[in-house]
């Protein structure tokens, strides 16, 4: 079983830039992959980044070459910066755990308000 609990939301301009952090409680050193998915008021949660064990990448395309997702594995962490933050990059962003065994888990943590007023 794995926490997440992600921090770092806030409230910033256009423009700007904010840095999301996802704390795991145990090590994420074998976890299949690490991602980070918003949800904005009447839409689906989407994917906005994911990184393998491997830190292999994979951006969802209204965010690639503003968004980078790295992760440490030393202090059990998972990234996200956000740069040149737009109005519609506003949602809830949500930390995620694929953890991969006998079967396969997905957990999440509770969730960061991200707000970009224009």
């Known amino acids: 079983q794995v926490q997440l609990v992600e921090s770092g939301g806030g409230l910033v301009q256009s423009g700007g830039s904010l840095r999301l952090s996802c704390a795991a409680s145990r090590s994420i050193y074998t976890i299949y992959a690490m991602g980070w998915y918003r949800q904005a008021p009447g839409k689906e949660r989407e994917l906005v980044a994911a990184i393998s064990s491997g830190s292999i990448t994979n951006y969802a395309d209204s965010v690639k070459g503003r968004f980078t997702i790295s992760r440490d594995n030393a202090k059990n962490m998972v990234y996200l910066q956000m740069n040149s933050l737009k109005p519609e990059d506003s949602a809830v962003y949500y930390c995620?755990?694929?953890?991969?065994?006998?079967?396969?888990?997905?957990?999440w943590g509770q969730g960061t308000q991200v707000t970009v007023s224009s």
């Open positions: 995620n755990a694929d953890v991969r065994g006998v079967t396969t888990l997905i957990y």
